[in-house]
Nanobody, 122 residues
Framework: QVQLVESGGGLVQPGGSLRLSCAAS????????MAWYRQAPGKQRELVAA???????NYADSAKGRFTISRDNAKNTVYLQMNSLKPEDTAVYYC????????????????WGHGIQVIVSS
C-alpha cells in the first residue's frame, strides 16, 4: 500500500510564508508527477502546482511568482513553499502523486493525501 502524508500547514498572517511537505511511503516502485491541489470552502478543488519526475514545473496563475514546488526523489517527498500569502489562499491543501507500486509496477495510479489546512488571516 501507498500513503501520502502532508505536514506544515497552519495559521499565518497575510504576507507570511509557509512550507508544506508531503511524504510518500509504502510499496513504491516509482513516482511520476507530484502535485499540490487546494479546495476552499464552497469551491472546487483546483491545481496549485505540479512537478514531473524530471522536475519540470507547472503553476496555476494564482501561484506564479509566490509559490515554489520542489521534490526530493530520494525521500519521495514534494514541497510547496508559499510566500506572500493572501487571505484567498486559505484552503485545504492536498498532495497528489502518480505512483507505480511494486504490487502493480506497470500502471501508475493517483494517490491523495488527507489534506492539510492553511488559513491566512490577521
Amino acid at each position: 500500500q501507498v500513503q501520502l502524508v502532508e505536514s506544515g500547514g497552519g495559521l499565518v498572517q497575510p504576507g507570511g510564508s509557509l512550507r508544506l511537505s508531503c511524504a510518500a511511503s509504502g510499496s513504491i516502485f516509482r513516482i511520476n508527477a507530484m502535485a499540490w491541489y487546494r479546495q476552499a470552502p464552497g469551491k472546487q478543488r483546483e491545481l496549485v502546482a505540479a512537478i514531473t519526475s524530471s522536475r519540470v514545473t507547472n503553476y496555476a496563475d494564482s501561484a506564479k511568482g509566490r509559490f515554489t514546488i520542489s521534490r526530493d526523489n530520494a525521500k519521495n517527498t514534494v514541497y510547496l513553499q508559499m510566500n506572500s500569502l493572501k487571505p484567498e489562499d486559505t484552503a485545504v491543501y492536498y498532495c497528489n502523486a502518480q505512483i507505480l507500486s511494486y504490487l502493480d509496477p506497470l500502471r501508475a495510479r493517483d494517490y491523495w493525501g488527507h489534506g492539510i489546512q492553511v488559513i491566512v488571516s490577521s
